[in-house]
């Protein structure tokens, strides 16, 4: 009978355990999805000391922990409605944050931090950007500084995956996001990985081809870039085939530039505003063009010279 009390008392503790481990949670949880009722100052201070505690999990030596790191991308996602001006306060921490991680000694952490990125990224795409707002160019900046600083063959090809996927389901939807979009592009066409430069270059590609006569204008603030990118890829002396077909997507450019004036004098970004309508095509359309072009010339060998 002694037994089987205390059979029954281990049965109950371990229930009462349980319970007791599924309230933890469910109260733990409360913490986060409640983040959306923090005014503008709290949450931000929320964000920062989130970020401080996922850093301390992921330095660890032994079993770096991602908890924190999930639940950034979890409030993340439950405080992207909020208006664009907390929202880009919110974003300054948490996008620090993803450069430090991203960049991670661990690959198996700057994987999932790129991922946790790109999930973010393409639902804040989704909502598109207004007029004179750069909201989607700080967002994707991330991309460009682990492009820039991580050397791992996996986390760059990861990135220039996640960029393509952005173009191929949201072109209709980026604004100043193409900036970064060519950046990320333009680091990758100095590589020495062929399925690093196969992929940037495609997509490239597709941008120059099809994107260009869907989306020109919103394209045109970021033109000068996609001249810049195809550069780079022409002066990749690894891989002839690409710097040839680069140059092809150049006169392409040109082409723009020749059918499209009006769009160029009709468009007055921030560095247009001194320059007059007339002036606009050569300073954002046929400088840029020209220059890249006197670029490969110069840095290029023989063939590439003579194309």
């Not at 999930?70 to 439950?78: A, D, H, M, P």
């Not at 196969?198 to 941008?207: R, S």
Request: proline share 2%; charged share 25%.
């Amino acid at each position: 009978m002694s037994g089987l009390d205390h059979k029954k008392l281990a049965i109950l503790q371990e229930a009462m355990g349980e319970t007791s481990s599924q309230s933890i949670v469910v109260a733990v949880d409360r913490i986060f999805t409640g983040s959306t009722r923090l005014d503008g100052d709290a949450i931000v201070d929320f964000v920062q000391a989130l970020c401080k505690v996922s850093i301390e999990e992921l330095n660890s030596l032994v079993h770096p922990r991602m908890f924190s790191l999930t639940k950034i991308v979890e409030i993340s996602y439950y405080n992207m409605g909020r208006v664009r001006i907390q929202w880009s306060r919110i974003w300054a921490v948490l996008g620090e944050h993803f450069n430090k991680v991203g960049c991670n000694p661990s690959e198996d952490v700057a994987f999932f931090a790129v991922d946790s990125l790109r999930q973010l990224s393409m639902k804040f795409l989704e909502k598109g950007e207004l007029a004179n707002f750069r909201f989607q160019k700080e967002f994707l900046r991330p991309f460009e500084l682990i492009m820039k600083k991580n050397r791992s063959p996996t986390i760059r090809d990861m990135v220039v995956r996640c960029i393509a996927q952005m173009v191929n389901s949201q072109a209709g939807n980026i604004r100043s996001g193409w900036k970064n979009v060519f950046s990320v592009f333009f680091l990758a066409a100095s590589d020495h990985d062929e399925g690093i430069v196969e992929l940037a270059f495609q997509t490239t590609g597709k941008i120059i081809c099809s994107v260009f006569e869907k989306y020109f204008s919103a394209i045109l603030d970021s033109f000068q870039d996609a001249v810049k990118c195809l550069s780079e890829f022409a002066c990749n002396a690894a891989f002839p085939d690409t710097s040839m077909e680069a140059i092809r997507l150049i006169r392409n450019c040109a082409k723009c530039v020749m059918d499209k004036p009006n769009m160029f004098k009709e468009h007055a970004g921030d560095q247009e505003m001194q320059v007059s309508e007339d002036d606009r095509v050569w300073v954002k359309g046929w400088f840029p063009v020209l220059f890249e072009l006197s670029c490969i010339i110069n840095r290029c060998k023989l063939d590439v010279r003579t194309r």
